[in-house]
């Protein structure tokens, strides 16, 4: 299903088809355009087997997606799975400037569910040199009609994701820098979540919540991948029996930490050694 209306004005596009000797890249391009919209420009459908990237740069637009509706301002990034349905329009009777990209690849997917672990699916993008970069830098790579072009594509493709990753974590990353220190230096105890939120200044429910947006992981979660990674320098490093590695970790008995430690790495702390030993 596919409906269009308004009127668009075409500054560039470019349309790609993969080829068989890069469609198994995690990254590939589809198309990327730059559009200027009329007031009554909407795009509606269900159908396209890729991700949806659009970048606003003047003007406003709203999404609608997975039962939600969403503004979207300048400097503003929607990145959307499009084989659902969606649909997006001019606001406010304006014109409506964006560049759109359709990407393609096994490796979309992971960025995808980093970035949306809430389900919101409009970002704020702090620094709007990054998007005009990544689209000069494809220009250009388009205009050398080299025939590595894709595999080009690929690299540019994943560094804008990265960029885009930190940037929309970059404030949010700043409320938990206390809990983060205080987790680190008190590895050795048992830390509760309400001790936790204490910290952070915030309820305990508004602290677990912004904190797996945040992080893609409870804080209990969070924790126990910390300790167990504590452990595994200790078994690497040192010649402490597991039982004291346990207590200096932050378990209660050794039983409950060597369950941890596999559930993380695959293998027991003492396997864990073995396959170490010549790190020691």
């Given at each position: 299903?596919?409906?269009?209306?308004?009127?668009?004005?075409?500054?560039?596009?470019?349309?790609?088809?993969?080829?068989?000797?890069?469609?198994?890249?995690?990254?590939?391009?589809?198309?990327?355009?730059?559009?200027?919209?009329?007031?009554?420009?909407?795009?509606?459908?269900?159908?396209?087997?890729?991700?949806?990237?659009?970048y606003s740069?003047?003007?406003?637009?709203?999404?609608?997606?997975?039962?939600?509706?969403?503004?979207?301002?300048?400097?503003?990034?929607?990145?959307i799975?499009?084989?659902?349905?969606?649909?997006?329009?001019?606001?406010?009777?304006?014109?409506?400037?964006?560049?759109?990209?359709?990407?393609?690849?096994?490796?979309?997917q992971?960025?995808?569910?980093?970035?949306?672990?809430?389900?919101?699916?409009?970002?704020?993008?702090?620094?709007?040199?990054?998007?005009k970069?990544?689209?000069?830098?494809?220009?250009?790579?388009?205009?050398?009609?080299?025939?590595?072009?894709?595999?080009?594509?690929?690299?540019?493709?994943?560094?804008?994701?990265?960029?885009?990753?930190?940037?929309?974590?970059?404030?949010?990353?700043?409320?938990?820098?206390?809990?983060?220190?205080?987790?680190?230096?008190?590895?050795?105890?048992?830390?509760?979540?309400?001790?936790?939120?204490?910290?952070?200044?915030?309820?305990?429910?508004?602290?677990?919540?912004?904190?797996?947006?945040?992080?893609?992981e409870?804080?209990?979660?969070?924790?126990?991948?910390?300790?167990?990674?504590?452990?595994?320098?200790?078994?690497?490093?040192?010649?402490?029996t597991?039982d004291?590695?346990?207590?200096?970790?932050?378990?209660?008995?050794?039983n409950?930490?060597?369950?941890?430690?596999?559930?993380?790495?695959?293998?027991?702390?003492?396997?864990?050694r073995?396959?170490?030993?010549?790190?020691?």
């Open positions: 299903m596919r409906k269009f209306h308004g009127h668009a004005e075409i500054i560039f596009t470019r349309i790609y088809t993969p080829s068989a000797k890069y469609k198994s890249l995690p990254f590939c391009i589809e198309s990327f355009s730059h559009f200027v919209v009329d007031e009554r420009y909407s795009v509606e459908r269900a159908d396209l087997n890729c991700y949806i990237v659009l740069i003047k003007g406003e637009g709203v999404l609608e997606y997975r039962g939600s509706e969403y503004q979207v301002g300048e400097n503003q990034v929607i990145f799975d499009s084989r659902f349905y969606h649909k997006y329009r001019s606001a406010n009777g304006g014109k409506w400037e964006f560049y759109f990209m359709l990407i393609s690849g096994v490796g979309v992971a960025y995808y569910d980093i970035l949306f672990s809430e389900r919101y699916y409009a970002l704020a993008f702090f620094d709007n040199n990054i998007i970069k990544f689209i000069d830098t494809m220009l250009y790579l388009d205009g050398k009609h080299s025939h590595q072009f894709e595999l080009w594509a690929c690299r540019q493709i994943n560094d804008f994701l990265i960029q885009l990753s930190f940037l929309n974590s970059e404030y949010a990353n700043f409320d938990f820098v206390e809990v983060l220190e205080y987790i680190e230096k008190n590895l050795d105890k048992k830390l509760s979540i309400d001790e936790l939120a204490e910290v952070c200044k915030m309820s305990k429910f508004h602290f677990i919540r912004r904190f797996k947006k945040v992080y893609s409870t804080p209990y979660g969070y924790i126990t991948r910390v300790k167990v990674n504590r452990a595994k320098t200790l078994l690497s490093s040192t010649d402490r597991v004291k590695i346990a207590v200096l970790v932050g378990f209660n008995d050794t409950t930490f060597i369950r941890a430690f596999k559930k993380y790495t695959g293998e027991t702390p003492l396997r864990y073995d396959s170490n030993i010549s790190h020691m």
